[in-house]
């Protein structure tokens, strides 16, 4: 039996529909798990039933995190939030931590677990962060697009070893202050947080850059999402 991955959907407003980047499923399915999107609600106990399905999720892409998340106003330059994802993955991220369930976040999943927990995030970095580095690449999206220093002794070394390695990027947003909770594991040659891990839990890893769209070609992407399913197990 494959392990049942949850995967949070993204949310197209103007189609008002749900929606998902077959990468993430495909990731999933060829590192060996079952990839199952979750229900698009705020609704508690909904979420919680379709959770004890899972055995472990997948927080994806998509909105900025809401600025209030992480005790900050608005800026004009934010992008727009989603409620009902930050509502649904404030509910998903605190059971995973209390039943010790691995998961697994890209992109904003990165954002959204270190602003939960404690920390913050820059609203932009083009208006809040100098540096040339290139971290809104144009496509195709399965190439490097700066490189990433993984830090000795952390889980991300474990998987893909210490040291530099090139990744693609695609995001405005990123990792201010780093949560009390979490360990950086990986920095970009800019000094920006790339990896994250949740302390003392058994698989909690958090990646800025999208090993969903680099999965075919990249063997240190799949080999991260092999990781997280084979903790899955």
Same mark, same amino acid.
């Given at each position: 039996m494959?392990?049942v991955i949850?995967?949070?959907p993204?949310?197209d407003d103007?189609?008002?529909?749900i929606w998902?980047l077959?990468?993430?499923?495909?990731?999933?399915e060829?590192?060996?798990?079952?990839?199952v999107?979750?229900p698009?609600t705020?609704?508690?106990?909904?979420?919680?039933?379709?959770?004890?399905l899972?055995?472990?999720?997948?927080?994806?892409?998509?909105?900025?995190v809401?600025p209030e998340v992480?005790?900050?106003?608005?800026?004009?330059?934010?992008g727009?939030?989603?409620k009902?994802r930050d509502?649904?993955?404030?509910i998903?991220?605190?059971?995973?931590?209390?039943?010790?369930?691995?998961?697994?976040?890209?992109?904003?999943?990165?954002?959204?677990?270190?602003a939960y927990l404690?920390?913050s995030?820059y609203?932009?970095?083009p208006?809040?962060?100098d540096?040339k580095v290139?971290?809104?690449?144009?496509?195709p999206?399965d190439?490097?697009?700066?490189? &990433? *220093?993984?830090?000795?002794?952390?889980m991300?070394?474990?998987i893909? #070893?210490?040291?530099?390695?090139?990744?693609n /990027? $695609?995001h405005?947003q990123a990792?201010?202050?780093?949560?009390?909770?979490?360990d950086a594991m990986?920095y970009?040659?800019?000094?920006? &947080? *790339?990896?994250i891990?949740v302390?003392?839990?058994?698989?909690?890893i #958090?990646v800025q850059?999208h090993?969903e769209f /680099? $999965?075919?070609n990249?063997?240190?992407s799949?080999?991260?999402?092999?990781?997280f399913?084979?903790?899955?197990?």
């Amino acid at each position: 039996m494959r392990p049942v991955i949850g995967i949070i959907p993204l949310y197209d407003d103007e189609k008002e529909s749900i929606w998902m980047l077959p990468g993430y499923m495909k990731a999933v399915e060829m590192a060996g798990g079952l990839p199952v999107i979750l229900p698009f609600t705020e609704d508690e106990h909904e979420l919680l039933q379709a959770y004890s399905l899972c055995d472990g999720i997948l927080f994806t892409g998509g909105h900025d995190v809401a600025p209030e998340v992480y005790n900050q106003q608005e800026k004009s330059y934010c992008g727009k939030s989603c409620k009902t994802r930050d509502i649904m993955e404030s509910i998903m991220l605190d059971e995973c931590l209390k039943d010790d369930k691995p998961f697994l976040g890209i992109c904003r999943g990165i954002q959204f677990i270190n602003a939960y927990l404690g920390g913050s995030l820059y609203q932009d970095l083009p208006k809040e962060y100098d540096s040339k580095v290139e971290h809104h690449m144009e496509p195709p999206y399965d190439r490097g697009a700066h490189k &990433v *220093e993984v830090l000795d002794g952390t889980m991300l070394a474990d998987i893909i #070893g210490t040291g530099i390695h090139s990744v693609n /990027s $695609y995001h405005h947003q990123a990792i201010k202050e780093l949560s009390p909770k979490v360990d950086a594991m990986a920095y970009s040659e800019d000094g920006l &947080v *790339e990896a994250i891990s949740v302390k003392n839990h058994r698989f909690a890893i #958090g990646v800025q850059w999208h090993p969903e769209f /680099s $999965y075919e070609n990249n063997e240190e992407s799949l080999k991260l999402v092999r990781a997280f399913i084979k903790e899955c197990e």
